[in-house]
């Protein structure tokens, strides 16, 4: 049986648009009070007020995912306004798509210190106050590009199996510590995310991604696993794509 985790309270990391503004919604709808951070913060903004008006507590800390010392910074003031935090959304990435003679060595390292370093960073933060109470989920919002491969994705694929690899490792780690570690792998889902850099607006198949919503009532069903359970990864495809790598 689900837990209730009304009065929980949450990180959510990229939380100033698609899946990461849906997953902050959608846990202050379970009544769990909410961190969102984000580079963006017109956009956090909104979105607090939007979880304030569901009745909870929401407060934006906007920060740079990819250096430890915003991210540290903002570890703190989150904890000074909530206390302690039962509930981590590693959800922060980017993408750009083409074959890999057109990606850049900056193209590398902006896609995997956007989507690795700031999945260490957070939970390298928040983990230790998890450890000290016995208690907490850390949840990686991952893809299907980590555990399958597709043409002309090979450095977004890098850098979402290695987050794979950080979450199934720390699932042996933080157990002991009855804290559960859960990888969410969707496959395309319909929101801004890489528009410019491989996908556009009028792209035709956007209509039959998956929607952030989708994706968010996972994370919140991961968050929800009962005392004796957790959930290792769930993976979801659009009815529109095929299973395995190359679809």
């Known amino acids: 049986m689900a837990v209730d985790i009304k009065g929980q309270n949450a990180v959510i990391t990229g939380a100033s648009r698609g899946i990461g503004r849906a997953a902050a919604l959608a846990l202050a709808r379970e009544g769990v009070n909410v961190a969102v951070t984000a580079r963006s913060a017109d956009q956090l903004l909104d979105l607090v007020k939007e979880c304030r008006d ?7 800390f906007p920060a740079e995912a990819t250096e430890a ?7 703190d003031q989150i904890l000074a306004g909530f206390g302690h935090i039962e509930i981590l959304v590693n959800n922060a990435g980017v993408g750009r798509y083409g074959p890999l003679g057109e990606h850049t060595v900056e193209d590398y390292d902006w896609m995997m ?19 000290e109470r016995k208690s907490g989920c850390v949840i990686v919002v ?4 980590g555990v ?13 199996h290695a987050q794979v690899g950080f979450a199934c490792a720390l699932d042996g780690e933080l157990r002991p510590h ?4 859960s990888i969410i792998a969707p496959g395309g889902v319909r929101t801004t995310f890489a528009f410019g850099t491989g996908r556009t607006e009028d ?10 919503d989708d994706v968010a009532d996972a994370i919140v069903f991961a968050a929800k696993q009962p005392p004796k359970s957790r959930l290792l990864m769930i993976g979801m495809r659009p009815m529109s794509e095929k299973l395995y790598g190359g679809a």
């Open 203 to 212: 792209m035709p198949a956007l209509e039959y991604m998956l929607e952030a």
């Open 142 to 145: 991952s893809s299907q590009a």
């Open 54 to 60: 569901l009745g909870v507590k929401a407060e934006a």
């Open 69 to 75: 010392a915003s991210v540290y910074a903002a570890r």
């Open 113 to 131: 210190n956007t989507n690795m370093r700031s999945t260490f960073l957070f939970t390298h933060a928040f983990v230790p106050g998890m450890i």
């Open 148 to 160: 399958n491969g597709f043409p002309n994705e090979a450095v977004y694929c890098a850098t979402k």
């Open 178 to 181: 009855n804290i559960k570690v």
